[in-house]
């Protein structure tokens, strides 16, 4: 009787072990929520679209300064126009004049479309921006009140730019009451 008890306990301790075997090939990442900032701004109201061209005259290379909260990666860059097109996006580092990517992403007149890329890692308090080259835009702005700096998740939006032309050009000056053209980033904090 001893022996079975014995034999029992021995079995018993052996499916312990067998059943609580780590596997570290199965361990779950679980990546932060996607952030879209100009998105998110203007779906909160924080600025209302006034006026849009199509086919303008003129080209320009526009979006946005921005500095995030947390360090993080970027893993898609999109836009927003009111024609169907192809259009050139590009991530610069401000603090250094870096171009960091440069895609064409192909629109949905009216409707924000990205194009995945290979992750951009960008760090806390470093400047970027995202700009669209394009004569086709919307334009948004808060009735003349000062729109920028804006926070938004984990991100300071701190200005909008534009260069008149065609050239790949990082634009210089900043405004903070308006906003044209409509280009995004997804961000991924992270944890």
Do not use: H
Not at 37 to 55: A, D, Q, S, Y
Not at 101 to 110: A, C, L
Not at 112 to 139: A, M, R
């Amino acid at each position: 009787m001893k022996a079975k008890k014995i034999a029992l306990g021995l079995l018993i301790l052996g499916l312990n072990f067998v059943s609580c075997s780590k596997n570290d090939d199965s361990v779950e990442i679980i990546e932060s929520t996607p952030e879209y900032p100009m998105k998110t701004l203007i779906e909160n109201g924080i600025m209302e679209l006034n006026n849009t061209k199509v086919n303008s005259p003129n080209t320009f290379e526009l979006g946005y300064k921005f500095k995030p909260f947390k360090n993080g990666k970027i893993t898609a860059l999109g836009v927003r126009v009111p024609e169907n097109d192809t259009y050139r996006i590009t991530l610069w580092n401000v603090d250094t004049e870096e171009i960091l990517k440069t895609i064409n992403v192909t629109s949905s007149s009216g409707l924000l479309s990205f194009e995945d890329i290979d992750p951009i890692n960008i760090e806390s308090g470093t400047s970027y921006f995202v700009s669209v080259n394009t004569n086709d835009y919307y334009s948004f702005n808060d009735g003349g009140n000062v729109i920028f700096p804006a926070e938004i998740d984990n991100i300071l939006i701190t200005g909008y730019g534009s260069y008149f032309g065609q050239n790949q050009t990082l634009p210089v000056n900043f405004g903070n009451t308006a906003y044209l053209g409509m280009v995004d980033i997804k961000f991924i904090p992270n944890n």
